[in-house]
């Protein structure tokens, strides 16, 4: 087999049956998530080569072995073991239905149970959600713009990063709208509000095309280079340590609930396909004075 680390979406000739496979995976993604899955599979056919075995050969036994070595060589957590055998699992069912393989070695694959802490979806609250976004706005236009359209409206870092100034010059119904392309390749509509489309303004300055938020040599600002600002201003800002552009998101979707928006509502918000992605956010649902019991306990009393 060659060298593993040839691994890449691109096609060359003379590549090997894994390359291949592996391209033909690799092509139906594309930006963040195909970056991950790229590392995900080098370092499953680097485990491969070392262990003298295909990986078009690899059989369950040898998979659970692979999640060992992750979870006591390595010292992965479970989330980590559970999000490297997920690539593994949609790299096979390809491979299956392209034939290269002609059993799925990942069927009965057990894998990792991961908790889900959902007090860590709750995000900043108001106060230092409104901080941060003062301090941004401070800072720079492409930070306020930037950092707007996460807080306040809820886009993952990269869709932040990618909005272009011609993306929000349509009016819908009397409402300034921006267009983008989410997650998932799902176009969305969504209506501008007064704050962040004043910043968007601001940033984009004379400019009448190009990308919205800038670095300070005047590039597009990119997922690293945000992370790398926000780490910045939230020292500024003096926040907890560990917020990170994703909490700015998870924020301003439990802004949404906090402020009475409907769980529907907050859901075409978050741009969420299942409710039950969106209901984790909702802070309210620690309130001991709204639990169901009261109205349970108060409805059947009335019948007695």
């Known amino acids: 087999m060659q060298n593993p680390t040839a691994l890449a979406p691109t096609f060359k000739p003379g590549m090997t049956i894994e390359e291949m496979a592996a391209l033909a995976f ?15 599979l080098r370092f499953f056919f680097e485990w491969c080569s070392a262990n003298g075995l295909p990986p078009l050969d690899a059989q369950r036994v040898h998979l659970e072995l692979y999640a060992r070595h992750l979870e006591d060589v390595r010292g992965n957590n479970a989330a980590t073991v559970h999000g490297k ?26 894998m990792p149970k991961v908790s889900y802490d959902e007090t860590r979806a709750l995000g900043l609250d108001r106060h230092q959600l409104g901080k941060l976004l003062q301090v941004a706005s401070a800072s720079s236009p492409s930070d306020g713009a930037l950092f707007a359209l996460m807080g ?9 990063c990618n909005v272009q100034i011609e993306d929000f010059q349509s009016e819908v119904r009397g409402h300034r709208v921006l267009q983008l392309t989410g997650k998932g390749n799902k176009d969305a509509t969504m209506p501008i509000p007064v704050p962040v489309l004043r910043a968007l303004v601001i940033a984009a300055g004379d400019r009448t095309t190009g990308p919205v938020v800038l670095t300070r040599a005047g590039k597009a600002q990119n997922r690293r280079g945000a992370y790398g600002r926000c780490k910045i201003l939230v020292k500024r800002a ?46 309210g649902r620690q309130n001991l004075d709204r639990h169901a019991a009261h109205l349970v306990s108060a409805y059947i009393a009335g019948a007695a």
């Open 85 to 110: 055998l997920s690539t593994l699992c949609g790299f096979y069912r390809i491979a299956q239905a392209d034939d290269y393989i002609a059993k799925d070695p990942t069927v009965f694959l057990r």
């Open 152 to 160: 306040l409206m809820g886009l993952r870092v990269s869709e932040a």
């Open 238 to 283: 003096g926040l907890p340590v560990g917020t990170h552009p994703h909490t700015m998101r998870h924020a301003a979707i439990t802004a949404a609930l906090d402020a009475g928006a409907p769980l529907r509502d907050a859901q075409i918000f978050a741009r969420h396909s299942d409710p039950r992605i969106t209901t984790r956010y909702d802070r």
């Open 26 to 40: 690799l092509v139906r993604y594309k930006g963040d998530t195909r970056y991950k899955y790229t590392n995900d």
